[in-house]
């Protein structure tokens, strides 16, 4: 069954720091794309991130890179230099397959960063 | 600027009675969804939506029902055979698996609608 695993479920970063959020995945497919989506407390969901399986190399957006390791079936988020307002909760997502609408979400790690 | 929007951002009703959440987003996207989150925990899907007049059941169906008459717009109707229907809930759109061009299809979320039920 496909699934989403976050093992964290709280993590605290000194400012300034870099911090990584761990996830595994599973899935049968070869097609998939896994998405990181940042949730502050007014509840809205941001997207951060995304990997698709066939993307040879990590993406990087700003502050944000995937660490993608497709044998070990992990797409791990580093924020580098945390800031104050990276405070939040944080979600890995899976979208299964080519052509399909379906989106499987992990429970998610609070992130505090400390000043 | 484009975007979803949901109203109101908290509701309250009383248990036994039907409600309805809205959803309206102006990126014209083909696909919506409406997601249930409870505290501590991830999102799981209720419905989702690829084309107007055309809908599928998500992993928590029961209780919910929606329509998609328009391409704008995806309300849902929290019933009152759903037993546990207090909850935060989100609408989110993304572009279609079928459109040219894009290859993440991320959702784009709307603010949220917290229902509480007494």
């Known amino acids: 069954a496909q699934k989403i695993t976050q093992t964290q479920p709280g993590m605290f970063v000194q400012e300034k720091e870099a911090v990584t959020l761990d996830c595994t995945y599973d899935?049968?497919?070869?097609?998939?794309?896994l998405f990181w989506y940042k949730q502050p407390s007014s509840g809205e969901m941001i997207f951060l991130i995304y990997?698709?399986?066939?993307?040879?190399q990590n993406a990087t957006e700003g502050r944000y890179s995937l660490n993608f390791q497709k044998a070990r079936k992990s797409a791990n988020l580093v924020i580098s230099a945390s800031q104050l307002g990276d405070s939040a909760m944080y979600f890995c997502?899976?979208?299964?397959?080519?052509?399909?609408?379906?989106?499987?979400f992990g429970t998610g790690t609070r992130l505090k960063v400390l000043a | 600027d484009g975007g979803i929007t949901q109203s109101p951002k908290y509701l309250f009703r009383k248990e036994g009675q039907n409600v309805t959440l809205s959803c309206e987003q102006n990126?014209?996207?083909?696909?919506m969804y409406w997601y249930r989150q409870d505290p501590g925990q991830g999102l799981r899907l209720i419905y989702y939506?690829?084309?107007?007049?055309?809908?599928q059941k998500g992993d928590i169906a029961e209780g919910y029902s929606v329509s998609r008459e328009k391409k704008e717009s995806f309300p849902l109707t929290v019933t009152s055979a759903q037993k546990n229907p207090t909850a935060f809930y989100l609408c989110?759109?993304?572009?279609?698996?079928?459109?040219?061009?894009?290859?993440?299809?991320?959702?784009?979320f709307g603010p949220g609608t917290r229902l509480t039920v007494t």
């Open positions: 899935t049968s497919d070869q097609s998939y794309g």
């Open positions: 989110a759109s993304s572009i279609g698996p079928t459109s040219g061009g894009a290859t993440s299809y991320e959702q784009y």
């Open positions: 939506s690829q084309i107007v007049n055309d809908f």
């Open positions: 990126l014209n996207h083909d696909a």
């Open positions: 997502a899976m979208r299964e397959g080519w052509g399909t609408y379906k989106y499987i």
């Open positions: 990997q698709g399986s066939y993307d040879e």
